[in-house]
């Protein structure tokens, strides 16, 4: 079964850090586009990047909300990828989504058709 | 960036009857070299994920139900249910992917 597994969300003051993770299993994550969503509490999504997959060097682009501090990366060893969050805000809280993009350039388009179950990020004094 | 636009905020419909959604985006989305929308549309269920429906903005993803259907080009596009059932009630999001990826902001679906 195809599936994706995020952790390590929790409570963090603002200006702080932390890992995210994305555990993948029935299908190989190198292979593929790999993107992070969020969502705000009762808000919609918001595109927060992605990373190509490793014949695209593993390439990554951010959102302009997140730019500079947020870093996605992957481990192909244990099928993972991971977002690292620094300088948190208050206006980071959300549900954290990782997900599999279809899409490897332009011409076969970015939607997502694997999707987590979301870990929670409360950025707070 | 392309904003997207979703109307309306939401809408109640009773079991059976059709639903329609539409979706706008700022610029057009269609690429003119492969004649392709870069618009998808998602089911999102309380307490759950996004879940892939329909992609280049007409095209079923396996395993969807074919009330579900998506129509429309350029700027302008509808996803339609055309008989709505129970499992149904949930927030519907486009998604443009023609530049990077933006959402528009959902529509509530339920049932009158």
Not at chain 1, 53 to 60: A, D, L, Q, R, V
Not at chain 2, 4 to 32: F, H
Not at chain 2, 84 to 101: F, G, I, N, R
Request: glycine share 10%; charged share 20%.
């Amino acid at each position: 079964e195809v599936q994706l597994v995020e952790s390590g969300g929790g409570l963090v003051q603002p200006g702080g850090s932390l890992r995210l993770s994305c555990a993948a299993s029935g299908f190989i994550v190198s292979d593929h586009f790999m993107d992070w969503v969020r969502q705000a509490p009762g808000k919609g999504l918001e595109w927060v990047g992605r990373t190509r997959n490793k014949p695209n060097s593993y390439t990554t682009e951010y959102a302009a909300s997140v730019k500079g501090r947020f870093t996605i990366s992957r481990d192909d060893s244990k099928n993972s990828l991971y977002l690292q969050m620094n300088s948190l805000k208050t206006e980071d809280t959300a549900v954290y989504f990782c997900a599999r993009d279809r899409g490897f350039d332009f011409w076969s388009g970015h939607y997502m058709d694997v999707w987590g179950q979301g870990t929670t990020v409360t950025v707070s004094s | 960036d392309i904003v997207m636009t979703q109307s309306p905020d939401s809408l109640a419909v009773s079991l059976g009857e059709r639903a329609t959604i539409n979706c706008k985006s700022s610029q057009s989305v269609l690429y003119s070299s492969n004649n392709k929308n870069y618009l998808a549309w998602y089911q999102q269920k309380p307490g759950q994920p996004p879940r892939l429906l329909i992609y280049w903005a007409s095209t079923r993803e396996s395993g969807v139900p074919d009330r579900f259907s998506g129509s429309g080009s350029g700027t302008d596009f509808t996803l339609t249910i055309s008989s709505l059932q129970a499992e149904d009630v949930a927030v519907y999001y486009c998604q443009q992917y023609y530049t990077t990826v933006t959402f528009g902001p959902g529509t509530k679906v339920d049932i009158k």
